[in-house]
């Protein structure tokens, strides 16, 4: 993948939960699903958090007691949208100057269905670095967590 030639990653995905379920468990939730393995920090991750609100952090927190900022939440529709402010360069590390979206639909399809459309904008601005070529496999990766997290919190 070439940032200079692609404008975004897309991904589509039905989830099997309520709209409200899926929106609640991918911001309330995110550290229940999130990959561990996934992170901008100099040790391990400890816990993955966003603050449900607009200029809310995007951060997580490590085993050195640090915290280490990802971004922020741009949109907070509960439970229709969510935008969040990607600012983690082409080198896998944060950068306040720069903001990529991270952009999530919840459409509710029925009861216990909802269609999540996914975007990540804007790639051009990570600029070079060895992460982005993989960013389209790990979002992928990483929504696949959320699907079945998603699922396993839903209540009947």
């Known amino acids: 993948m070439n940032t200079a030639t692609i404008g975004s990653i897309t991904k589509e995905l039905i989830v099997e ?14 550290d229940s699903w999130w990959p561990r ?8 991750m400890t ?15 490590h085993e050195d007691g640090s915290e ?6 741009l949109v907070w529709q509960p439970h229709d ?11 896998f590390e944060y950068d306040p100057e720069i903001v990529t979206e991270v952009e999530v639909q919840f459409i509710a399809r029925g009861p216990r269905t909802t269609l999540i459309r996914f975007e990540h904008k804007n790639l051009a601005r990570l600029g070079e670095g060895k992460h982005v070529e993989g960013m389209d496999e790990g979002w992928g990766l990483i929504l696949e967590l959320y699907k079945k997290q998603a699922l396993l919190t839903f209540e009947i």
């Open 17 to 30: 939960t309520p709209q409200a379920n899926a929106f609640k468990v991918f911001t309330e939730n995110m």
């Open 81 to 91: 949208v969510l935008v969040l402010a990607w600012q983690v360069n082409g080198r």
């Open 68 to 73: 280490v900022d990802i971004g922020y939440v």
């Open 47 to 61: 816990e993955l958090l966003l603050e449900p609100r607009p200029k809310g952090r995007w951060f997580s927190r």
């Open 37 to 44: 393995t996934h992170h901008i920090g100099k040790s391990p």
